[in-house]
Protein backbone atom coordinates (compact mmCIF):
# COMPACT_ATOMS: atom_id res chain seq x y z
CA UNK A 1 0.00 0.00 0.00
CA UNK A 2 0.88 3.74 -0.85
CA UNK A 3 1.76 5.12 2.33
CA UNK A 4 -0.81 8.33 2.79
CA UNK A 5 -0.44 11.65 4.04
CA UNK A 6 -3.49 13.29 5.68
CA UNK A 7 -3.69 17.46 6.12
CA UNK A 8 -6.59 18.73 8.34
CA UNK A 9 -6.84 22.36 8.93
CA UNK A 10 -8.29 23.64 11.92
CA UNK A 11 -10.11 26.79 10.79
CA UNK A 12 -12.02 29.89 12.25
CA UNK A 13 -15.39 28.99 10.47
CA UNK A 14 -15.56 24.94 11.84
CA UNK A 15 -15.40 25.92 15.49
CA UNK A 16 -19.46 25.68 15.29
CA UNK A 17 -18.79 22.09 14.54
CA UNK A 18 -16.34 21.80 16.78
CA UNK A 19 -19.13 22.85 19.39
CA UNK A 20 -21.05 20.48 18.26
CA UNK A 21 -18.63 17.68 18.33
CA UNK A 22 -18.33 18.21 21.86
CA UNK A 23 -21.99 18.55 22.54
CA UNK A 24 -22.08 14.95 20.70
CA UNK A 25 -19.80 13.23 22.82
CA UNK A 26 -20.87 14.93 26.00
CA UNK A 27 -24.78 14.24 26.02
CA UNK A 28 -25.19 12.24 23.39
CA UNK A 29 -22.61 9.60 24.17
CA UNK A 30 -24.95 7.44 26.40
CA UNK A 31 -27.61 7.10 24.02
CA UNK A 32 -26.48 7.08 19.82
CA UNK A 33 -30.41 6.32 19.04
CA UNK A 34 -30.86 5.26 15.71
CA UNK A 35 -32.17 9.20 15.21
CA UNK A 36 -29.42 10.98 16.53
CA UNK A 37 -27.57 10.14 13.63
CA UNK A 38 -28.32 11.37 9.85
CA UNK A 39 -25.23 10.42 7.07
CA UNK A 40 -24.87 12.64 4.62
CA UNK A 41 -23.12 11.06 1.64
CA UNK A 42 -21.42 13.91 -0.14
CA UNK A 43 -18.82 13.33 2.73
CA UNK A 44 -17.45 10.13 2.11
CA UNK A 45 -15.77 11.43 -0.87
CA UNK A 46 -13.15 13.29 1.52
CA UNK A 47 -12.55 10.52 3.72
CA UNK A 48 -10.51 8.38 2.04
CA UNK A 49 -8.61 10.33 -0.24
CA UNK A 50 -5.09 10.48 -0.08
CA UNK A 51 -5.31 14.22 0.78
CA UNK A 52 -8.26 15.69 3.00
CA UNK A 53 -8.36 19.34 3.27
CA UNK A 54 -11.65 20.24 5.25
CA UNK A 55 -11.77 23.72 3.57
CA UNK A 56 -10.24 26.65 1.96
CA UNK A 57 -9.97 29.00 4.98
CA UNK A 58 -6.57 30.25 6.25
CA UNK A 59 -5.34 27.60 8.78
CA UNK A 60 -5.43 28.03 12.23
CA UNK A 61 -3.26 25.18 13.04
CA UNK A 62 -2.90 21.72 11.17
CA UNK A 63 -2.51 18.37 12.10
CA UNK A 64 -0.84 16.20 10.13
CA UNK A 65 -1.38 12.14 9.85
CA UNK A 66 0.82 9.93 8.45
CA UNK A 67 -0.06 6.09 7.72
CA UNK A 68 1.72 3.26 6.86
CA UNK A 69 1.47 -0.42 6.73
CA UNK A 70 2.87 -2.29 9.92
CA UNK A 71 2.82 -6.39 10.27
CA UNK A 72 0.67 -6.93 7.20
CA UNK A 73 -2.46 -5.47 7.74
CA UNK A 74 -2.52 -3.50 10.89
CA UNK A 75 -2.28 0.56 9.95
CA UNK A 76 0.14 2.45 12.11
CA UNK A 77 -0.42 6.32 12.50
CA UNK A 78 1.61 9.12 13.10
CA UNK A 79 -0.23 12.14 14.21
CA UNK A 80 2.13 15.57 14.15
CA UNK A 81 1.41 19.13 15.49
CA UNK A 82 4.01 21.33 13.18
CA UNK A 83 2.82 23.82 14.90
CA UNK A 84 5.27 22.86 18.34
CA UNK A 85 7.10 19.89 16.36
CA UNK A 86 4.99 17.55 18.69
CA UNK A 87 4.67 13.62 16.98
CA UNK A 88 2.39 10.93 18.62
CA UNK A 89 2.21 7.35 17.54
CA UNK A 90 -1.67 5.58 17.64
CA UNK A 91 0.02 2.43 18.91
CA UNK A 92 2.85 0.66 18.12
CA UNK A 93 2.57 -2.75 16.25
CA UNK A 94 6.55 -2.41 15.06
CA UNK A 95 9.13 -0.33 15.94
CA UNK A 96 11.20 -0.64 12.72
CA UNK A 97 8.78 0.67 10.52
CA UNK A 98 7.64 3.59 12.95
CA UNK A 99 10.74 4.65 13.21
CA UNK A 100 11.17 4.29 8.66
CA UNK A 101 8.29 6.75 9.16
CA UNK A 102 9.62 9.30 11.41
CA UNK A 103 13.66 9.19 9.64
CA UNK A 104 11.34 10.03 6.11
CA UNK A 105 9.32 12.50 7.78
CA UNK A 106 11.78 14.45 9.70
CA UNK A 107 9.88 14.30 12.85
CA UNK A 108 10.43 13.53 16.73
CA UNK A 109 8.26 10.94 18.52
CA UNK A 110 6.92 12.91 21.81
CA UNK A 111 4.24 10.22 22.56
CA UNK A 112 2.80 7.05 22.23
CA UNK A 113 -1.12 6.68 22.66
CA UNK A 114 -1.89 2.98 23.16
CA UNK A 115 -5.39 1.66 22.69
CA UNK A 116 -5.40 -1.80 24.18
CA UNK A 117 -3.18 -4.03 25.27
CA UNK A 118 -2.15 -6.13 22.44
CA UNK A 119 1.09 -6.88 21.08
CA UNK A 120 0.60 -6.18 17.58
CA UNK A 121 -0.52 -2.84 19.02
CA UNK A 122 2.06 -2.17 22.23
CA UNK A 123 5.10 -4.26 20.67
CA UNK A 124 7.47 -1.07 19.57
CA UNK A 125 5.97 0.86 22.70
CA UNK A 126 10.00 0.11 24.50
CA UNK A 127 11.97 0.18 21.38
CA UNK A 128 10.25 3.33 20.59
CA UNK A 129 10.25 4.70 24.24
CA UNK A 130 13.49 7.57 24.33
CA UNK A 131 14.09 10.07 25.98
CA UNK A 132 11.28 12.48 26.08
CA UNK A 133 8.82 10.13 24.74
CA UNK A 134 5.60 9.79 26.88
CA UNK A 135 3.59 6.59 26.74
CA UNK A 136 -0.43 7.18 27.53
CA UNK A 137 -2.52 4.41 27.25
CA UNK A 138 -6.07 2.53 29.10
CA UNK A 139 -5.49 2.82 32.47
CA UNK A 140 -7.71 -0.50 32.96
CA UNK A 141 -4.64 -2.10 31.20
CA UNK A 142 -1.94 -0.13 32.98
CA UNK A 143 -0.33 -3.22 34.24
CA UNK A 144 0.05 -4.95 30.47
CA UNK A 145 0.84 -1.51 28.75
CA UNK A 146 5.15 -1.74 28.60
CA UNK A 147 6.77 1.50 29.81
CA UNK A 148 3.52 3.48 30.60
CA UNK A 149 3.67 7.05 31.85
CA UNK A 150 -0.10 8.33 31.97
CA UNK A 151 -3.03 6.05 32.05
CA UNK A 152 -6.02 7.52 31.02
CA UNK A 153 -9.82 6.14 30.53
CA UNK A 154 -13.22 7.08 29.32
CA UNK A 155 -14.06 10.92 30.14
CA UNK A 156 -10.55 11.63 30.39
CA UNK A 157 -9.25 14.98 28.30
CA UNK A 158 -5.40 16.04 27.54
CA UNK A 159 -3.83 18.55 25.22
CA UNK A 160 -1.44 17.02 22.63
CA UNK A 161 0.79 19.92 21.05
CA UNK A 162 -1.96 22.58 20.50
CA UNK A 163 -4.63 19.99 20.06
CA UNK A 164 -7.75 18.78 22.42
CA UNK A 165 -7.45 15.27 22.67
CA UNK A 166 -10.80 13.36 24.18
CA UNK A 167 -10.74 9.98 25.73
CA UNK A 168 -13.64 7.50 25.19
CA UNK A 169 -14.35 4.30 26.78
CA UNK A 170 -14.09 1.78 23.73
CA UNK A 171 -13.74 -1.32 26.22
CA UNK A 172 -15.55 -4.62 24.62
CA UNK A 173 -12.46 -5.94 22.89
CA UNK A 174 -10.48 -6.27 25.36
CA UNK A 175 -12.22 -4.67 28.59
CA UNK A 176 -9.85 -1.21 28.81
CA UNK A 177 -10.08 -0.46 25.11
CA UNK A 178 -9.94 3.32 24.58
CA UNK A 179 -10.50 5.46 21.74
CA UNK A 180 -8.68 8.89 21.00
CA UNK A 181 -11.30 11.58 19.79
CA UNK A 182 -9.50 14.84 18.43
CA UNK A 183 -13.18 16.92 18.25
CA UNK A 184 -11.37 20.08 16.64
CA UNK A 185 -10.00 17.98 13.56
CA UNK A 186 -13.14 15.92 13.49
CA UNK A 187 -11.15 12.69 13.81
CA UNK A 188 -11.13 9.56 15.77
CA UNK A 189 -8.63 6.61 16.57
CA UNK A 190 -10.51 3.55 17.72
CA UNK A 191 -7.83 0.61 17.21
CA UNK A 192 -9.92 -2.65 17.30
CA UNK A 193 -12.98 -1.46 18.23
CA UNK A 194 -14.50 -0.43 15.33
CA UNK A 195 -13.73 -1.33 11.72
CA UNK A 196 -14.60 0.03 8.16
CA UNK A 197 -17.77 -2.44 8.29
CA UNK A 198 -17.30 -4.24 10.93
CA UNK A 199 -16.18 -4.01 14.91
CA UNK A 200 -13.51 -5.82 16.85
CA UNK A 201 -13.43 -9.30 18.02
CA UNK A 202 -15.69 -9.46 21.80
CA UNK A 203 -11.97 -11.04 23.57
CA UNK A 204 -12.13 -9.78 27.02
CA UNK A 205 -15.88 -7.54 27.53
CA UNK A 206 -19.54 -8.35 27.53
CA UNK A 207 -22.04 -7.68 24.68
CA UNK A 208 -23.64 -5.03 27.04
CA UNK A 209 -20.21 -2.95 26.92
CA UNK A 210 -18.93 -3.53 23.45
CA UNK A 211 -22.66 -2.10 22.66
CA UNK A 212 -22.47 0.91 24.82
CA UNK A 213 -18.93 1.51 23.42
CA UNK A 214 -20.07 1.10 19.72
CA UNK A 215 -22.80 3.24 20.86
CA UNK A 216 -20.57 6.22 22.05
CA UNK A 217 -18.57 5.67 18.63
CA UNK A 218 -22.31 6.30 16.96
CA UNK A 219 -23.02 9.21 18.62
CA UNK A 220 -20.17 11.63 17.16
CA UNK A 221 -20.71 13.38 14.29
CA UNK A 222 -21.02 12.17 10.87
CA UNK A 223 -18.25 13.80 9.19
CA UNK A 224 -15.91 12.41 12.02
CA UNK A 225 -12.92 10.25 10.50
CA UNK A 226 -12.46 7.23 11.67
CA UNK A 227 -9.29 5.23 11.86
CA UNK A 228 -9.24 1.35 12.50
CA UNK A 229 -6.38 -0.65 13.26
CA UNK A 230 -6.69 -2.89 10.42
CA UNK A 231 -7.22 -3.39 6.91
CA UNK A 232 -10.13 -6.02 7.72
CA UNK A 233 -12.90 -4.29 5.03
CA UNK A 234 -13.34 -6.69 2.22
CA UNK A 235 -13.95 -9.74 4.50
CA UNK A 236 -16.06 -7.37 6.80
CA UNK A 237 -18.33 -6.52 3.62
CA UNK A 238 -19.12 -10.17 3.04
CA UNK A 239 -20.18 -10.48 6.12
CA UNK A 240 -22.31 -7.26 5.97
CA UNK A 241 -23.73 -8.42 2.42
CA UNK A 242 -25.15 -11.91 4.24
CA UNK A 243 -26.89 -10.10 7.04
CA UNK A 244 -28.28 -6.94 5.15
CA UNK A 245 -28.26 -7.55 1.37
CA UNK A 246 -31.10 -5.77 1.08
CA UNK A 247 -29.19 -2.33 1.89
CA UNK A 248 -28.41 0.07 -1.30
CA UNK A 249 -26.05 2.10 0.62
CA UNK A 250 -24.16 -1.17 1.52
CA UNK A 251 -24.20 -2.59 -1.75
CA UNK A 252 -22.25 0.97 -2.78
CA UNK A 253 -20.33 0.44 -0.36
CA UNK A 254 -19.02 -2.74 -1.50
CA UNK A 255 -18.20 -2.10 -4.70
CA UNK A 256 -16.26 0.56 -3.59
CA UNK A 257 -14.33 -0.95 -1.04
CA UNK A 258 -13.73 -4.21 -4.06
CA UNK A 259 -12.49 -1.39 -6.55
CA UNK A 260 -10.05 0.43 -4.02
CA UNK A 261 -8.73 -3.43 -2.97
CA UNK A 262 -8.10 -4.00 -6.54
CA UNK A 263 -6.34 -1.21 -6.62
CA UNK A 264 -3.87 -2.30 -3.66
CA UNK A 265 -5.62 1.24 -2.39
CA UNK A 266 -6.36 1.49 1.33
CA UNK A 267 -10.53 1.47 2.52
CA UNK A 268 -9.46 3.16 5.52
CA UNK A 269 -9.95 5.64 7.00
CA UNK A 270 -13.69 5.75 6.76
CA UNK A 271 -16.30 8.46 7.60
CA UNK A 272 -19.17 7.78 10.35
CA UNK A 273 -21.60 8.95 8.72
CA UNK A 274 -20.83 6.17 6.00
CA UNK A 275 -20.53 3.46 8.73
CA UNK A 276 -23.85 4.67 10.07
CA UNK A 277 -25.28 3.88 6.47
CA UNK A 278 -24.00 0.41 6.11
CA UNK A 279 -22.27 -1.02 9.20
CA UNK A 280 -24.31 -3.97 10.52
CA UNK A 281 -22.74 -3.54 14.05
CA UNK A 282 -24.42 -0.05 14.05
CA UNK A 283 -27.44 -0.30 12.93
CA UNK A 284 -28.64 -4.14 14.61
CA UNK A 285 -30.61 -2.26 16.52
CA UNK A 286 -32.42 0.00 13.88
CA UNK A 287 -32.41 -2.56 10.81
CA UNK A 288 -35.79 -4.78 10.20
CA UNK A 289 -33.52 -6.74 7.51
CA UNK A 290 -30.39 -7.65 9.80
CA UNK A 291 -32.37 -8.24 12.73
CA UNK A 292 -34.29 -10.61 11.07
CA UNK A 293 -31.50 -12.37 9.33
CA UNK A 294 -29.67 -12.72 12.89
CA UNK A 295 -32.72 -14.01 14.35
CA UNK A 296 -33.57 -11.16 16.99
CA UNK A 297 -36.71 -11.26 19.03
CA UNK A 298 -38.90 -8.89 20.51
CA UNK A 299 -37.85 -9.44 24.09
CA UNK A 300 -34.25 -9.18 22.81
CA UNK A 301 -32.43 -5.43 23.98
CA UNK A 302 -30.04 -3.73 21.41
CA UNK A 303 -26.75 -5.51 23.72
CA UNK A 304 -28.66 -8.95 22.80
CA UNK A 305 -29.23 -7.87 19.36
CA UNK A 306 -25.33 -6.64 19.08
CA UNK A 307 -24.06 -10.23 20.73
CA UNK A 308 -26.30 -12.94 18.25
CA UNK A 309 -24.26 -10.34 15.21
CA UNK A 310 -21.03 -11.14 17.10
CA UNK A 311 -21.79 -14.72 17.17
CA UNK A 312 -22.76 -14.70 13.49
CA UNK A 313 -19.67 -13.01 12.70
CA UNK A 314 -17.82 -15.29 14.62
CA UNK A 315 -19.15 -18.07 12.69
CA UNK A 316 -19.23 -16.67 9.30
ZN1 LIG B 1 -6.64 -6.05 19.51
Known sequence: MANSLFLFRKLSTRKKLSGCALAAYTVLASTGSCEAWKPTSELFSRGT????????????????????????????????????????????????????????????????????????????????????????????????????????????????????????????????HIAYYFPDQSSVFVGDCLFSLGCGKMFEGTPTQFWASLERLRALPDDTVVYCAHEYTASNAKFAMSVEPGNSDLVNRVAIVKAKRERNEPTVPTLLGEEKKANPFLRVDCSDEIRQNIGVSSGDTSADAFAKLRKAKDNF
Open 49 to 176: QSKLNMSTDSAVSTFTVAQFSCLGDNYGYLIHDPETGQTAAIDTPCDKTYKEELEKRGWKLTHILNTHHHDDHTGGNKALKEEGVKIIGPVDEKSKIPGIDEPVGGGDSFEFGNLKVNVMDAGGHTKG
